[in-house]
């Protein structure tokens, strides 16, 4: 078989198990996740083992230390992992939810139903957790999935998705609904991206590299996001002990990740007071400074930023700063150079703070707190399939809403239009 072959046949077995999936009711879907969630529990030792065979590969190959961050799955992993699916069981179900139900003066009544939007592919790099927090969502949301998972994380995704059938086939579900592409193969990507008969949106998690090339090729809609160049913003009316605060967490707590902060901003009158402490201890914590001119004159060990800095997402330790004159400048910089994913706010000051809120056009916007909580599990999503910058359909974090639709539907009595 081709691999043109295989990936069709898997999108045709999807196909039909989203039929079946979307007729599944609630107690059939929450005891698949139930049951997956024991299940992840007592194979732990079994995951970490696959997961070491896939770093031990990852490091021969000269993967970078984001990549690897990402890739590994720890015992503690394992047990976040079990603990999100059992969330996602806890969740209501927006299946079958009707909503806006009004009598027009024909006597129809016309409504809005939940449904889910059928088949969902997800095409995402290192991170095997993705592998659960997918199926555990497309499941809840009466989907299908059909997960690509990175060739580093082959084996992994293969344990993991082993557990995924277990749970399903134990609830009486059809194990096709979660599908892992089990091949290396790059071509198997091109195919999946262009199967429209049987994909009905394509969720990518990955590099820049990745979702540009999928945003080139796709023929399938996306919910995606490009990058995430985070800001945070620290106003006149700044506490000085939560500035420190939450860029040392935004920052450094990972740097991997795709709501890290990677750009600091600080108004010109907090400047001089603020940044030797905050640059203090980024110092000290390994991450190099890059700066404007102001920012140079203040920090000895800063270096100087272009403008290529104050838009890049580095998924590592550097970051770039800039001071403003204020709250306009910094929007205006934003909304400029970020990428719509996550900033924030330290500020105080009610007013400064709502204008935030209103006016940085991001799928995230924060006020005196950490960019690293943008994130499904933090935003009681109980999982997240990814995180979206587009406006259509769906924004930020993707969760069991954001793998549905609405349609319109009619109730009537024997009506007819005049």
Not at 13 to 39: F, H, P, Y
Not at 189 to 195: D, E, K, N, Q, Y
Not at 374 to 388: C, K, M, Q, R
């Amino acid at each position: 078989m081709s691999i043109e072959q295989y990936v069709h046949s898997v999108g045709k077995q999807a196909r039909e198990a989203s039929r079946a999936m979307a007729r599944a009711d609630s107690n059939a879907k929450n005891a698949a996740l139930r049951a997956i969630a024991t299940a992840i529990r007592r194979e732990a030792g079994v995951l970490v083992a696959a997961n070491r065979e896939d770093l031990a590969a990852a490091v021969a190959a000269g993967l970078e230390p984001a990549l690897l961050d990402r890739l590994t799955l720890s015992e503690k992993g394992v047990a976040a992992m079990a603990e999100g699916v059992e969330q996602v069981a806890a969740l209501d179900d927006p299946v079958g939810e009707i909503s806006n139900l009004k009598f027009r003066p024909s006597g129809i009544q016309v409504g809005r139903m939940r449904v889910p939007l059928g088949v969902v592919g997800i095409i995402y790099e290192a991170r095997p957790n993705v592998t659960a927090d997918a199926a555990a969502l497309c499941l809840k949301s009466g989907n299908a999935a059909i997960l690509r998972g990175g060739s580093e994380a082959i084996r992994s995704n293969r344990a993991i998705a082993a557990l995924v059938h277990e749970g399903l086939a134990s609830a009486g579900l059809p194990a096709t609904a979660v599908q892992v592409i089990d091949t290396t193969d790059r071509a198997a990507v091109g195919h999946l991206i262009t199967m429209r008969e049987y994909v009905d949106v394509i969720v990518p998690r990955g590099g820049k590299g990745l979702i540009a090339r999928l945003l080139a090729e796709s023929r399938v809609p996306m919910i995606q996001h490009l990058d995430g160049n985070c800001h945070v913003y620290i106003d006149d009316h700044a506490d000085p002990e939560k500035a420190l605060q939450i860029i040392e967490n935004a920052k450094t707590q990972r740097y991997g990740t795709c709501n890290t902060a990677e750009s600091l901003l600080l108004a010109r009158s907090v400047a001089a007071d603020l940044l030797p402490l905050i640059a203090g201890m980024l110092t000290d914590r390994g991450v190099e400074i890059r700066g404007c001119p102001e920012t140079l004159a203040i920090v000895n060990t800063a270096w100087p930023a272009s403008e290529e800095d104050y838009a890049s997402e580095y998924l590592a330790p550097i970051i770039s700063v800039k001071v403003l004159a204020g709250l306009d400048e910094a929007i205006e910089h934003i909304n400029g150079y970020g990428s719509h994913h996550t900033d924030a706010i330290v500020s105080e000051n009610y007013t400064s703070a709502m204008r935030f809120l209103r006016e940085v056009d991001s799928a995230s916007v924060m006020v005196n707190a950490s960019t690293r909580f943008a994130d499904g599990f933090e935003y009681g999503l109980g999982a997240e399939i990814g995180i979206s910058t587009d406006k259509i359909h769906a924004r930020g974090p993707v969760g069991l809403e954001g793998l549905t639709c609405q349609k319109w539907i009619v109730l009537g009595n024997g009506e007819v239009r005049a």
